[in-house]
């Protein structure tokens, strides 16, 4: 069983930015991909981003593609999401997912794992 616990959310102005951290309890984190979403109130879970199992290999969408990075440290169990240029419209409740498929999927679905979620909140 892996358990997931995200940490980093917070309250920040248009511009600024935040780092997410996801901390995984399995010593094998590095046999799972993992990517965060997000979801903001009245709105569906979105695909933000993922990472492959060797960290070589990071998929962003479209909306945070350039602003938002990925990495993780196979050393810490953990898998960071660096946020700049944040937008109001990227207010939402942000979670950190993880599965054994080899490539990262957009599908909340084929995600077993998740974390209880952080908030982050975007002031104009």
């Known amino acids: 069983q892996v358990q997931l616990v995200e940490s980093g959310g917070g309250l920040v102005q248009a511009g600024g930015s935040l780092r997410l951290s996801c901390a995984a309890s399995?010593?094998?984190?590095?046999?799972?991909?993992v990517a965060w979403f997000r979801q903001a109130s009245g709105k569906e879970r979105e695909f933000v981003g993922g990472?492959?199992?060797?960290?070589?290999?990071?998929t962003y969408a479209d909306s945070v593609k350039g602003r938002f990075t990925i990495a993780r440290d196979t050393a810490k169990n953990t898998v960071a999401l660096q946020m700049n240029s944040l937008k109001p419209e990227d207010t939402a409740v942000y979670y950190c997912a993880a599965t054994r498929l080899k490539w990262v999927s957009g599908r909340p679905n084929d995600y077993a794992y998740w974390g209880q979620g952080t908030q982050v909140t975007v002031s104009s």
């Open positions: 990472i492959n199992r060797s960290g070589v290999s990071m």
């Open positions: 399995v010593r094998t984190f590095s046999d799972y991909l």
